[in-house]
C-alpha cells in the first residue's frame, strides 16, 4: 500500500541554518504530495502541496520539489527561524481523499 | 478554504464514559475525515464520513468504538465509546476541498 516515510527528529539548528528534511513515498498510483506544519498547541496547516511530478510548492520561504524518479518531497528553507519551530508532516493523498502522512518531524530552532 | 470549529476542545473523562466531539464547517462539503493522533504519534484516520451514507472505517478502527454522525453537508460528530487510557489522543476533523484538505483545531481528550 501507499506510505510516507520521513526522516526521524529532533532536528536541532541554530537561526539562519539551512534545513532539510527528508521525505520519501511509495505510491500506487500519481498522487499530490503535501507539507503540513503543527505549531506548538496549534492545529494543523498546510504549509505547501505539489500535485505532480517536477512541481515545486513554496511557502513562506519553504520549498519541496516533487521527484518521481527518486520518489521524494524534502523540505528545505534557505534560513530558519526560531518561530520555524514546530513538528513538520510529509503526506499523500489522490483528489482530496484521505491523507497518509508520515510520521512527522520536530523541528527546534535556537537563536 | 473552509473554517472548521469543533467541539469541546478538550475534555478530561473517566474510563468507560463516552464522548462525542462535534465537527462544524462552514460550508457544504461532501467528504469529511476524523483522525487520531496519539501522544507523539502522527496522525492516523479513522474513518471517512459523506453524508447520506455510513462512515467507511479504516482498519483497526469500528463502529461500535468510533460511531459516527453525518446528518447534513456542514456537520458530523464522531464518539468515543466506553473509553479507555489509550484512547487519550486529539481528535481531528478535516474537510476535502478542491485542492487540499483543511483541518480543525482538534479536540484533545484525556482518559483517566
Known amino acids: 500500500g501507499d506510505s510516507v516515510t520521513q526522516m526521524e527528529g529532533p532536528v536541532t539548528l541554530s537561526e539562519e541554518a539551512f534545513l532539510t528534511i527528508n521525505c520519501t513515498y511509495t505510491?500506487?498510483?500519481?498522487?499530490?504530495l503535501f507539507w503540513y506544519v503543527q505549531y506548538p498547541g496549534e492545529g494543523l496547516q498546510l504549509l505547501l502541496k505539489a500535485t505532480k511530478a517536477d512541481d515545486k510548492g513554496s511557502n513562506k520561504g519553504f520549498e519541496a520539489t516533487y521527484r518521481k524518479e527518486t520518489t521524494s518531497f524534502h523540505l528545505e528553507k534557505g534560513s530558519v527561524q526560531v518561530s520555524d519551530s514546530a513538528v513538520y508532516f510529509c503526506?499523500?493523498?489522490?483528489?482530496?481523499?484521505?491523507?497518509?502522512f508520515g510520521t512527522g518531524t520536530r523541528l527546534q530552532v535556537f537563536p | 478554504s473552509a473554517v472548521i470549529s469543533q467541539k469541546p476542545s478538550r475534555d478530561i473523562c473517566q474510563r468507560g464514559t463516552s464522548l462525542t466531539i462535534q465537527c462544524q464547517v462552514d460550508s457544504q462539503v461532501t467528504m469529511m475525515f476524523w483522525y487520531r493522533q496519539q501522544p507523539g504519534q502522527s496522525l492516523t484516520l479513522i474513518a471517512t464520513?459523506?453524508?447520506?451514507?455510513?462512515?467507511?472505517?479504516e482498519s483497526g478502527f469500528v463502529i461500535d468504538k468510533f460511531p459516527i454522525s453525518r446528518p447534513n453537508l456542514t456537520f458530523s460528530t464522531l464518539t468515543v465509546s466506553n473509553m479507555s487510557p489509550e484512547d487519550s489522543s486529539i481528535y481531528l476533523c478535516?474537510?476535502?476541498?478542491?485542492?487540499?484538505?483543511?483541518f480543525g483545531p482538534g479536540t484533545r481528550l484525556t482518559v483517566t
Open positions: 505510491a500506487t498510483g500519481y498522487p499530490s
Open positions: 464520513a459523506n453524508q447520506g451514507s455510513e462512515a467507511t472505517y
Open positions: 478535516s474537510v476535502g476541498g478542491p485542492y487540499e484538505q483543511y
Open positions: 503526506a499523500l493523498s489522490y483528489n482530496t481523499d484521505k491523507l497518509i
